[in-house]
């Protein structure tokens, strides 16, 4: 079993930053991909940045220049720096990380969500 635990989300007002946390436990035998979407309101589910397991990264384009993904493979976490976000930054963040648990059995596991509000 896997669980991914995300942390830092929270108030901030326009400008600000914060930077999330999401690790990864259980039994893990690899973590390949990580990434962090997001949900606002009344929107679907999108993605933000994502990380392979070379380093390379993608962002969306709404993000790029403000958001930083990065990762900790030893300690199984990735992270999500945060810079000069606006209220339109504001949803429930979620991490993302495809992980092999066994040599034959890979998945897609979802943290529970963390709530990031930017005020004006």
């Known amino acids: 079993q896997v669980q991914l635990v995300e942390s830092g989300g929270g108030l901030v007002q326009a400008g600000g930053s914060l930077r999330l946390s999401c690790s990864a436990s259980?039994?893990?035998?690899?973590?390949?991909?990580m990434a962090w979407y997001r949900q606002a309101p009344g929107k679907q589910r999108e993605l933000v940045a994502t990380?392979?397991?070379?380093?390379?990264?993608n962002y969306a384009d709404s993000v790029k220049g403000r958001f930083a993904i990065s990762r900790d493979k030893a300690k199984n976490t990735v992270y999500l720096q945060m810079n000069s976000l606006n209220p339109e930054d504001t949803a429930v963040y979620y991490c993302?990380?495809?992980?092999?648990?066994?040599?034959?059995?890979?998945?897609?596991?979802w943290g529970q969500g963390t709530q990031v509000t930017v005020s004006s």
């Open positions: 993302n990380a495809g992980i092999w648990t066994n040599p034959r059995e890979f998945g897609s596991h």
């Open positions: 990380i392979f397991s070379g380093g390379t990264t």
């Open positions: 259980g039994s893990i035998i690899r973590i390949n991909t």
